[in-house]
C-alpha cells in the first residue's frame, strides 16, 4: 500500500466518524488521520495518496477547519498525488446544496496536478442539487448520516473498492 493519509473537517464528529471508519478498514494508523486545521505544508508532502473529508455547513459551505486547510493543500506540491474526496450531509434538509462541500475542494484542487478519483453515481441518491455533481457524477463519495446512515457503511465499502487499485 502507498503512503495514504486522510485529512477531514468536522464540526459534530460525523465526519470524523467516517474518516475513521474508512481508516479502520483500510489498517491506517491514527497518526495518519489529520483534522484539516492542523496540517501542515511538510506533513502534507509525506504522503502520495490523500482522502480529504468534510461536511457541508452554512449554504453549501465548505466546513470550517478547511478555511485554513485548503490554503495550506494549496501550497503543498500536489504534483503526481491522488486524491479521493469524500463527505456528507443533509440530503433533506439542504436538498439544494446537498455535500456541496465536496464540490468545493474538488474545484479548487482539480488543477493543481494531483488525480482526483473516486467519482460516485448519483443514483439511488435523493436530492435536487448539488455542486458536487459534475458531469453526472459525485465527483467523490458522497454521505447522508442524518437520513441514511443504514446505507453509509456499504457506500464506503463500495467507494474503497473502487479507489483499491490507487492505493
Ligand atoms: C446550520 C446547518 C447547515 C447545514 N448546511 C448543509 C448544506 O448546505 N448541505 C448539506 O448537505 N448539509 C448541510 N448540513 C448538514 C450537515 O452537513 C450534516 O449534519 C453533517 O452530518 C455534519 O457533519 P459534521 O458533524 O462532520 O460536521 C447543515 C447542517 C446545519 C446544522
Given at each position: 500500500m502507498k503512503k495514504v493519509g486522510i485529512i477531514f473537517g468536522s464540526s459534530t464528529g460525523t465526519c470524523e466518524n467516517i474518516a475513521n471508519t474508512i481508516a479502520r478498514k483500510l489498517g491506517m494508523?491514527?497518526?495518519d488521520i489529520m483534522n484539516a486545521g492542523e496540517i501542515t505544508v511538510d506533513k502534507v508532502n509525506e504522503y502520495e495518496v490523500l482522502l480529504l473529508g468534510t461536511s457541508t455547513w452554512g449554504y453549501g459551505e465548505l466546513q470550517d477547519?478547511?478555511?485554513d486547510g485548503i490554503n495550506v493543500l494549496k501550497s503543498a506540491?500536489?504534483?503526481?498525488k491522488t486524491i479521493a474526496l469524500f463527505g456528507c450531509g443533509d440530503s433533506e434538509s439542504y436538498s439544494d446544496t446537498f455535500c456541496d462541500a465536496i464540490g468545493l475542494l474538488y474545484q479548487d484542487l482539480k488543477d493543481s496536478g494531483c488525480s482526483i478519483v473516486g467519482k460516485v453515481s448519483p443514483a439511488g441518491y435523493h436530492f435536487s442539487?448539488?455542486?458536487?455533481?459534475v458531469d453526472g457524477m459525485f465527483v467523490g463519495l458522497a454521505l447522508d448520516d442524518v437520513n441514511e446512515d443504514d446505507k453509509t457503511e456499504g457506500r464506503i465499502d463500495a467507494w474503497l473498492e473502487e479507489i483499491k487499485t490507487y492505493l
Open positions: 494508523s491514527a497518526e477547519d478547511w478555511c506540491d500536489l504534483k503526481g442539487s448539488s455542486i458536487a455533481v
